[in-house]
């Protein structure tokens, strides 16, 4: 994968092999660029309407019942594999609330009802969901236009320089 430079576990997650500090640090100064660029339920729409598709540093999610905060085994599964990928790798942004298609394009916008309880849910989640712990992880709400209680959320995963992470989720 990457040209060499990536591999696969066992457990399908993805290291990063000989990447100089400069070369990691300019994937999370993209990943940080793509997290600013997210502010508002517009932003998203225009990732829906340009197709912009997943890559190294941005990932789309749906949750399982967008009708609920709660985290089911489904949504966690996701959120652990996201957060220890993005760990092991550059660094990256997950957003909750986008549906892809099968080119893994950005296809719809998929709000969830109490987002903000979601949000609180994932953060609560981050505990347990990958081990050792990845620090500094962001996880913002952001409300859709037509509905502020429903909406979407971003989290903002930073590349780990300790130990691999494990997806504690299987």
Known sequence: LDGGRCRLDRDMQVSLLAVSPSERQAGMDQAN?????????TALARLV????????YLEFKTKKDSRTPELDKSDSFQF???LSGFANSDGGVLVWGVE????????ATKPIAQVVEFAARLKKSMLNAVQ???????I??????????S????CLVPRSDKTDRKSTRL
């Open 33 to 41: 660029a793509i997290f600013d660029a997210i502010t508002d339920a």
């Open 49 to 56: 309407d340009e197709r912009v598709q997943e890559n190294l």
């Open 80 to 82: 652990s594999r996201a």
């Open 100 to 107: 892809t298609d099968r080119h893994e394009r950005a296809r």
């Open 132 to 138: 050792p712990m990845v620090d500094g992880i962001v």
């Open 140 to 149: 913002e709400a952001i409300p859709d236009s037509l509905d502020p209680s």
């Open 151 to 154: 909406g979407f959320v971003r």
